[in-house]
Nanobody
Framework: QVQLVESGGELVQAGGSLRLSCALS????????MGWFRRAPGKEREFVAA????????YHADSVKGRFIIFKYNAKNTVYLQMNNLKPEDTAVYYC????????????????WGQGTQVTVSS
């Protein structure tokens, strides 16, 4: 496993933007697929976005397509989630995840997790 630390979550108004960051500790991105998940109050953890270890392929959940973009900066061992046009239903704890084997929408398929960062969107 690798150690992941998320940051950037805060309270924002609907229609606003945020950029979340996830930094790896003690490792590089080489060989790791990276993903973002979220858990809203009273709901299960759900897939948001993922990026392949090479950076050549990205995937986004239907609920965030056209609004959120995942990307990474290998020189800083950091993956980002740019969130635009935020909606109240985006309110959740956001988690980054790493997987050396595959990319999947199921949380159980991922190996390493950060502790999460709270995003709250008000109307």
């Amino acid at each position: 496993q690798v150690q992941l630390v998320e940051s950037g979550g805060e309270l924002v108004q609907a229609g606003g933007s945020l950029r979340l960051s996830c930094a790896l500790s003690g490792r590089t991105f080489s060989g790791y697929n990276m993903g973002w998940f979220r858990r809203a109050p009273g709901k299960e953890r759900e897939f948001v976005a993922a990026i392949s270890w090479s950076g050549g392929m990205t995937y986004h959940a239907d609920s965030v397509k056209g609004r959120f973009i995942i990307f990474k900066y290998n020189a800083k061992n950091t993956v980002y989630l740019q969130m635009n046009n935020l909606k109240p239903e985006d309110t959740a704890v956001y988690y980054c995840a790493a997987n050396a084997k595959t990319i999947a929408t199921s949380p159980g398929a991922w190996d390493s997790w950060g502790q999460g960062t709270q995003v709250t969107v008000s109307s």
